[in-house]
C-alpha cells in the first residue's frame, strides 16, 4: 500500500544534542509537511517542500532545519534540542490528486 | 476569535450511540472540510472530507457542512470502543499541490462497552 512511513518511532536525545527524523512516501506526492504536535494540541506546520524549494513558517524556530534529496525522502533536523521541542513531529503528504494530507504515525520526541 | 473552534471534550458515550462532533469556524474563504481521526500515539488518519455544503455518507460516518452557518459535523452511528480516538477537523482553501490546513484542537471521544 501507497503510504508515509516515518522512522523511527520514538527517538530520546539529550538536551543540546543534535537529532534527525525520517520521513519517506511511496504515494509520488510532491509537496512534504512537517508538523510539531503536542499533547492535546492540533498539530502545526513547520515547513514544507513544494517539489525542490523550501517553505518555511514564520514562527518556525531557526533550531528546525529540512532536507529533502529527492521526491520521496524527506529529514527534519533539529540542531540544538530544547526540553520544550519535546513532541511528536508528523510528516505528511500532498499531491496533484485532488486528495487532501496524507499523514505518517509520527515520531515522539523525548528530551533528556 | 480563533480561525477554528473544536470542543475538545472529552466526549464519553455508551457502545451503540450516536455521536455528534461538531467545528465552527470564521473564514469564509475554506471551501474543504476534513475529517481526521487520530489513535494515542499514532498519526492523523483521514476519515472523510467534503467540498459542498449538505451531507456526504460513507458507512457508519456522516459528513456535513453548513457554509452559510460555519458549521461542519461529524455524526457516528452505532459507536464503537474502537471508534474511541480524538477527531480533528481540518479546513482548506484548495486540494490539489500545496494546501495549508487550519486544524480544530481535537474532540477525545471515549466509547465504553
Known amino acids: 500500500d501507497a503510504m508515509v512511513i516515518q522512522n523511527p518511532r520514538y527517538q530520546v536525545t539529550q538536551f543540546g544534542k543534535p537529532v534527525t527524523l525520517s520521513c519517506s512516501q511511496t504515494l509520488n506526492h510532491n509537496v512534504m509537511y512537517w508538523y510539531q504536535q503536542k499533547s492535546s494540541q492540533a498539530p502545526k506546520l513547520l515547513f514544507h517542500?513544494?517539489?525542490?524549494?523550501?517553505?518555511n513558517e514564520a514562527d518556525t524556530p531557526d533550531n528546525f532545519q529540512s532536507r529533502r534529496p529527492n521526491t520521496s525522502f524527506c529529514f527534519l533536523d533539529i540542531r540544538s534540542p530544547g526540553l520544550g521541542d519535546a513532541a511528536m513531529y508528523l510528516c505528511?503528504?500532498?499531491?496533484?490528486?485532488?486528495?487532501?494530507?496524507?499523514f505518517g504515525d509520527g515520531t515522539r520526541l523525548s528530551i533528556l | 476569535q480563533k480561525e477554528v473552534e473544536q470542543d475538545p471534550g472529552p466526549l464519553s458515550v455508551p457502545e451503540g450511540a450516536i455521536v455528534s462532533l461538531n467545528c465552527t469556524y470564521s473564514?469564509?474563504?475554506?471551501?474543504?472540510f476534513m475529517w481526521y481521526r487520530q489513535y494515542s500515539r499514532k498519526g492523523p488518519e483521514l476519515l472523510m472530507y467534503t467540498y459542498s455544503s449538505g451531507n456526504k455518507e460513507d458507512g457508519r460516518f456522516t459528513a456535513q457542512v453548513d457554509k452559510s452557518s460555519k458549521y461542519i459535523s461529524l455524526f457516528i452511528r452505532d459507536s464503537q470502543p474502537s471508534d474511541s480516538a480524538t477527531y480533528l477537523c481540518?479546513?482548506?482553501?484548495?486540494?490539489?499541490?500545496?494546501?495549508?490546513?487550519?486544524f480544530g484542537k481535537g474532540t477525545m471521544l471515549l466509547v465504553s462497552p
Open positions: 505528511a503528504t500532498s499531491g496533484r490528486d485532488n486528495q487532501p494530507q496524507h
Open positions: 517542500y513544494y517539489d525542490k524549494d523550501f517553505n
Open positions: 481540518a479546513m482548506t482553501y484548495l486540494l490539489s499541490g500545496y494546501s495549508t490546513l487550519t
Open positions: 473564514n469564509s474563504a475554506f471551501q474543504y
